[in-house]
């Protein structure tokens, strides 16, 4: 028979309370965890991120109940940047999936007791065939921690569930001790952002990785007016190119300067028909190079208020990118 709630109606002032008591709460439980990184977790902490670079298979992490919710989503982060790892349920593990498990992996299991009876199969197969095993867990003289080859010793926290049942705190320390050691891998292995592409192809994180070569205008495509050329002329190009803005060179091909159409709507006032582009362009563009993200790229638009950004290679234009190009990638 399910339990009759009787609801209570505090209101949005009471429900924003019990927010700020929760986010006070785990925030008390996360200062506690740097607290101990400070001290006695940093020798494990350190140990366990040595064999965990160290193995050449992967990183098999366990658990069950929420610790398993925590540890499926550990191995993802794990191997989206650089080391192989995959969660295996403890209980699919006792029935078949200890198969999955080779000896030059090494184990991640986590549980906040220490004691969940669904991990003893996966432990002791880890002990028998002397695959590394890193426990993640609050329960210091727990089955778990004296099998461990190495320990991540939990600091106890208190809960931010009023009756102290429901993990919250708890499992916002494991998330955020997982992922500290997903990170510290990352930078052991020299993990970079082209690395980091390549494990995330689609979407705006794909799109923000890519380099601007793979997406800027060349050729025919650049509008470009050399200097002395006339405002009627350079406002010819800009009209035809439709990127918002003509590069203007020197005599030897350098990029001397920009207009833009914001500078011919601030001139409209004058005759334009004998001023030359020289009166009026910006003498300092924002450039970026072949080799720069996208994400960076959208970022110079946004902080300079701008639509477009020459792309030079020791200061002579090779292309140009547009805010447009950006929103078709899918990176805005």
Known sequence: MNARLVKRTGGPQAATQSALRTISTEQAGMAALA???????????????????????????????????IGSKLAATLASTGTP??????????????????????????????????LKGIVAYAKRFSIPLIAITAGENSALAKEATVTLLLPRVQEACPHGLAPTTSTLLQLAIGDALAVALLEERGFTAEH??????????????????????????????????????????????KVGCVCILETDGTLAGIITD?????????????????????????????????????????????SALVVTDENRPVGIVHFHDFLRLGAV
């Open 35 to 69: 607290e101990a990184l400070e001290n006695g977790l940093a020798e494990p902490f350190g140990r366990a991120v040595e064999v965990l670079a160290g193995i050449e298979g992967r990183v098999i992490v366990s658990g069950v109940g929420k610790s398993g919710h």
């Open 85 to 118: 790892a995959f969660f295996v349920h403890p209980s699919e593990a006792n029935h078949g999936d200890l198969g999955m498990v080779a000896r030059d992996d090494a184990v991640i299991a986590m549980s906040w007791s220490g004691e969940s009876q669904e």
């Open 196 to 241: 980091f592409r390549t494990f995330h192809p689609g979407g705006r994180l794909g799109a923000n990785l890519t380099h601007i070569s793979e997406v800027m205008r060349t050729g025919e495509q650049i509008p470009v007016a050399p200097r002395g050329t006339l405002m009627p002329e350079a406002v010819m190009t800009l009209s035809k190119k």
């Open 262 to 306: 914001g500078d011919v709507a601030r001139n409209l006032q004058r005759d334009l028909r004998d001023v030359s582009v020289d009166e009026i362009m910006t003498p300092t563009p924002r450039t970026v190079s072949p080799e720069t993200l996208v994400g960076k790229a959208v970022a110079m638009l946004d902080e300079y208020r701008i």
